[in-house]
Each structure stands twice: as structure tokens, then as C-alpha cells.
């Protein structure tokens, strides 16, 4: 228990670590927000400017705008959009069940993809299975995503006029970019899979299992599949990781109305407020899926770590 | 034999953005099929497509070289840290690398970009803060086991200082493990500077890269797709060559059974 409090204590830290990284990086940097804004608005001049930074709130020090942002955040209320003067709060929660979906449908997807293809590969080295997720494994290391997704979308709708992805409506849009994301994550998590399971065709216990009478199909499954699920969550972190860039790829490829159509705008308009709640979601995100990744192996494997 | 391929594609990039034509506007011309005059044909204005691919080439190549650096230069440096410091140093760096390998690295670029512009800084830096870590680990997996070979106890007992013992006998046992890493982030390099293009944050917009050209060409996907592959054939070459040079899917297919003691980290994209 005071494992897991700790384990906990140290992800609080570490989110504020890279939230304060974060907000430290904007205000460090040479260009003033409200200068460029009203260079934008073309009213440009040192009172108006003056009277934003004011509006902004950019005129205190920044230890005290970061303990103000953070107070604020806390409570859910992630500030206004220098760009369109709306709470993000409300904009992001519109927004964030596209993206959700899209990363949590396409990795589930993905990685159920991977277990049967690495387990059809390492039954059968050198099958077809085999060949299949070494060739998805190299389309996701060199390919990039949204080639990979104008490929697709070339080849259903006009080619095969299968569907017609950027007018359908509700979930129906859905289907490509998860689709898209759960072959990428295929890709990689299949070779783990394959790889976990050929360490257990290896070992001599296997061959006893085998003696016992069982098919190899069914003594891999039931004495690898444990030792498969270690690897494939150890795994499961950085996939995730990629599986956030991956969705704002695929989000924009099939125009879904996610997060990541204002998070890139906000780039280009330098909307800071934005990109500060969209790093602080990505990171409390990365570091639960980290925190729940370990506590879930070691309660897989409870022997300690050599 | 294996960096013939990488060696002929960097080439032919070579003689593509020195031979191509400049980039003109030629509005008699616009869409125009495949031909002598030009070889992949043109866009809505009338533009060469192969003389727009060949602008592509360098901003492709510097981000790839920048990437290169920060990543090996910052991996090197902690994991050379890792082995040699104290042990307060060692367990700091190493929470340091695991919160690295959580971080997205399209997610590090597009804040870094807002802040810094976009171009191949931005993108240099976001691949070495998100891709130090792999390197880091491997240099101090592998400077633990050298510090437990014979001649390093010799080298250090004739009076050899730390540093200069780790560059002279720990780098050369390692730089196989490090081409072969260095070779998949330099094609993960590619993808990164042509995601950011295609997000319409690319180096100079006038003159785009070739992720920028898929980005400014993708209304044409469904008119004239060559304007669209043409670019992602260009992006997927130049990756898979990096790739190949070095195989990373070798040794993560051939680490299997025995499980020596060292496994490499796995490959992040």
C-alpha cells in the first residue's frame, strides 16, 4: 500500500514537473502573445498591448500566473483562448470523446490485432502470419501515419467507393482513423507478442508440456499467454505514447472533430492557454497509463525486480 | 553490404536536388500528365512536381542530422553518467529516461514548435528529449558489463581516468548498438519532419517539405493522386533506406530465446 501512495506521490510530481517545464517554455520564449495577437487584429501598439498583457493576465511574475493557472486547473477551469477569448474547458470537453475514441478504439483494436497475429507467427516461424506482422511491424516503423491513412482513403472511397469518409456522419467517421491506428499499433505490438511467445516455446518446461499430451497450440496459449501479457504491457507505455500523435494524425487525415484541429491551430496562432491544457491532459494521461502499466506487472509478477 | 541501399538512395537524393530544374509557375501547363518535359508531371499551377520534390530534399535532410545529434550527443553524455557517476546520479537519470519514454514525441514537437517556430530545430530537439533514453540505457547496460571485463580493471590500474577509459574502451564495444538505433530514430526523423509538414507547420510554407506538399496537394487525392504519392513514395524511400542500413528489426527478431542478460529497449516511433 505505501508502494502504491508513493508510486502515486511521484506521478503528482511528475506531472507538475513537466506542466511548470511546459508553462516555463512559453513565457521564456522571445515573442509576446498579446504583441503578435494584436499585430494579428491589426491595432497593433504599445497601449493596446499593454492593456492585453493586463487582460491576460501576463503582466505578474510568472511563479505567481503558474501557481494562478495551476489553482484554476485544479478545478477543472483551464483558462480562455488568447485566440477566441472561450473557457477551454468547455471547447476540450466537446471535443475530447472524438479523440478518445479514436485512441482507445484504434489501440484496444491494435492490440487485439497483435496478440492473435503474434501468436499465429510464432506458432507457425516463417508462416504467413509470421511474414503478415513483420510486414505491418516495417509499414509502422518507416511509413508515416497520414500517408498510410491518404492511402487508405484513396483506395476505399475512390477506388472501391466503399464509403465516403469525410461527409459520413456520427460514428460512422469513426471507422477509418481507428482503423488507422490500430494497424500502426498492430505493427509493433505483434512482434512483441511473437517475441514473448517464442522465449516460451524455448523454454525446457514447454517441451514437458508438450510431453504431457498437449497440442502446441494449446500448451502456448495456456502456459505463454502470462508471460505474453508482461511483455505486451511493458510495451503498452511507449505504444501509448505514439498512439496520442498517431490520433492527432489520424484526426486530421479523416477530419474528425477532435482535440487535435485546434491544438495544431493553436500552434500556428501561438495560443499558449490551449497548448498548456493539451500538454497537461497528455502528461496526467501518459503518467496514469505508466503508473497503471507497472502496478498491473507487478501484481502479474509479484517476485521483485532482479 | 547492408548500407548499399542507403548509400544509393542519399545519392540519387543528391543528384535530384542539384540537377532539378527550378520551380516555376507555367499556368499553360496545369496538371499536365507525365511526360519528357516532365517526368511526374505537374500540380494545379502548373509547377514541376519532380523539381518541387527536389526542394524536399534538404530540410529533410537537416532535421534528420539534427536529430541525430541532440539524440546521440544527449544519450551518450547521460548514459556515459548512468555508469560512471554516483549512484544518486544513476537512479535520477534513470527516472528521467523511463518519464522519457513516455513522452509523445508528435505532442513534444507541435509545443516546441509554438515556441521555438517550426523548422528543424524544433524538430531536432523535440527527437533528442524524447529519444536520449534509449541510447542512455543501452551505453550504461553496456559500460556495466565492459567495467566487469579484465582489461578495464588493467586500463584503470595503469592510470587511465574515467573519461578516457570510457571512450576508449566502452565506445568501440558499443557503436554497433548505437548505429543500429541511430539508424531507426534517423528514419523516425523523416516521419517527424514530414508529420509536422502535413500539419501544415512546416519549415517555410513557400518552400515545403515533402510532408507540406502532401499537406498543400491533398484536396488532389481524389483528381490526381500522383500528387499525393509521389511525396509519401519520397518519405517512405528515404525511411525504409535509413531502416535497411542498419536493420533494427533484426535484432529485435532474433532476441528470442536465452534472454542474456541485456535486452536492447524497445524501438519507439
Same mark, same amino acid.
Given at each position: ?10 506521478? =503528482? ?5 513537466? =506542466?511548470?517545464? =511546459? ?20 491595432? $497593433? ?29 485544479? /478545478? ?27 485512441? $482507445?478504439?484504434?489501440?484496444?483494436? /491494435? ?9 499465429? $507467427? &510464432? ?47 456520427? /460514428? ?17 505490438? $505483434? ?26 497450440? &494449446? ?63 497528455? &502528461? ?20 521483485? &525486480?532482479? | ?101 513516455? #513522452? ?43 567495467? @566487469? ?33 541511430? @539508424?531507426?530514430?534517423? @528514419? ?17 510554407? @513557400? ?5 507540406? #506538399? ?27 533506406? #535509413? ?27
Amino acid at each position: 500500500m505505501t508502494a502504491a501512495a508513493r508510486a502515486a506521490a511521484a506521478v =503528482c510530481l511528475a506531472w507538475l514537473a513537466v =506542466c511548470a517545464a =511546459c508553462f516555463a517554455l512559453f513565457r521564456l520564449t522571445p515573442g509576446d502573445p498579446a504583441a503578435i495577437y494584436a499585430d494579428r487584429a491589426g491595432v $497593433a501598439g504599445a497601449q493596446i498591448t499593454a492593456e492585453l498583457r493586463a487582460a491576460w493576465g501576463l503582466d505578474h511574475p510568472p511563479a505567481t500566473q503558474f501557481a494562478d493557472w495551476l489553482l484554476r486547473a485544479l /478545478g477543472g477551469d483551464a483558462g480562455l483562448s488568447f485566440e477566441d477569448r472561450r473557457p477551454i474547458a468547455d471547447d476540450f470537453a466537446r471535443r475530447l470523446p472524438w479523440s478518445a475514441a479514436v485512441g $482507445a478504439g484504434g489501440l484496444a483494436l /491494435g492490440v487485439v490485432l497483435a496478440v492473435a497475429l503474434g501468436f499465429a $507467427a &510464432a506458432l507457425r516461424p516463417g508462416g504467413p502470419a509470421d511474414w503478415a506482422s513483420r510486414a505491418l511491424a516495417v509499414m509502422a516503423q518507416a511509413l508515416p501515419a497520414f500517408a498510410v491513412g491518404l492511402v487508405v482513403l484513396w483506395v476505399v472511397a475512390v477506388e472501391a467507393r466503399l464509403i465516403r469518409p469525410l461527409t459520413a456522419q456520427g /460514428g460512422d467517421r469513426l471507422v477509418l482513423p481507428i482503423l488507422l491506428v490500430a494497424l500502426f499499433s498492430a505493427g509493433s505490438l $505483434a512482434r512483441v507478442v511473437r517475441a514473448a511467445f517464442a522465449e516460451v516455446r524455448a523454454a525446457q518446461w514447454f517441451r514437458t508440456a508438450l510431453a504431457k499430451g498437449l497440442s502446441a497450440r &494449446a500448451a502456448l496459449w495456456s502456459h505463454g499467454a502470462r508471460h505474453m501479457t508482461l511483455s505486451l504491457i511493458a510495451s503498452l507505455v511507449p505504444e501509448a505514447a505514439w498512439v496520442v500523435g498517431g490520433t492527432a494524425v489520424a484526426e486530421i487525415v479523416f477530419g474528425v472533430p477532435g482535440l487535435s484541429e485546434r491544438v495544431v491551430a493553436a500552434v500556428a496562432a501561438r495560443d499558449y492557454p490551449v497548448l498548456q491544457a493539451y500538454a497537461a491532459l497528455v &502528461a496526467a494521461l501518459m503518467l496514469t497509463v505508466r503508473l497503471a502499466a507497472r502496478l498491473t506487472i507487478r501484481r502479474l509478477d509479484p517476485r521483485p &525486480a532482479a | 553490404m547492408r548500407l548499399v541501399p542507403a548509400g544509393v538512395v542519399l545519392a540519387a537524393l543528391g543528384v535530384l536536388a542539384a540537377q532539378a530544374p527550378g520551380v516555376t509557375v507555367d499556368l499553360d501547363a496545369m496538371l499536365a500528365p507525365p511526360s519528357a518535359a516532365h517526368p511526374l508531371g505537374t500540380d494545379h499551377l502548373g509547377r514541376d512536381l519532380l523539381a518541387r520534390l527536389a526542394v524536399g530534399v534538404a530540410p529533410t535532410l537537416r532535421a534528420v542530422a539534427a536529430a541525430l545529434v541532440g539524440a546521440l550527443g544527449l544519450g551518450v553524455a547521460a548514459g556515459a553518467a548512468m555508469a560512471l557517476g554516483p549512484a544518486l546520479m544513476r537512479a535520477t537519470l534513470e527516472g528521467l529516461a523511463d518519464l522519457a519514454l513516455s #513522452l509523445p514525441t508528435l505532442v513534444v514537437a507541435l509545443v516546441l514548435a509554438a515556441a521555438l517556430g517550426a523548422g528543424s530545430l524544433a524538430i531536432g530537439v523535440a527527437l533528442a528529449i524524447t529519444g536520449w533514453a534509449p541510447y542512455a540505457l543501452t551505453v550504461a547496460a553496456l559500460a556495466d558489463r565492459v567495467r @566487469g571485463e579484465e582489461y578495464w580493471h588493467a586500463a584503470r590500474a595503469l592510470g587511465v581516468g574515467p573519461v578516457a577509459g570510457f571512450r576508449r574502451h566502452i565506445l568501440p564495444a558499443i557503436a554497433p548498438r548505437l548505429g543500429a538505433l541511430a @539508424g531507426a530514430d534517423a @528514419g523516425r526523423a523523416v516521419l517527424m519532419a514530414a508529420s509536422l509538414g502535413f500539419l501544415g507547420l512546416g519549415v517555410d510554407t @513557400g518552400r515545403p517539405d515533402w510532408g507540406g #506538399l502532401v499537406h498543400e496537394y491533398r484536396l488532389f487525392l481524389f483528381h490526381a493522386p500522383r500528387l499525393v504519392l509521389a511525396p509519401v513514395a519520397m518519405i517512405a524511400l528515404v525511411s525504409l533506406a #535509413l531502416h535497411l542500413a542498419f536493420d533494427p528489426l533484426r535484432p529485435m527478431h532474433r532476441r528470442g530465446a536465452g534472454g542474456r542478460g541485456f535486452r536492447p529497449p524497445r524501438w519507439r516511433r
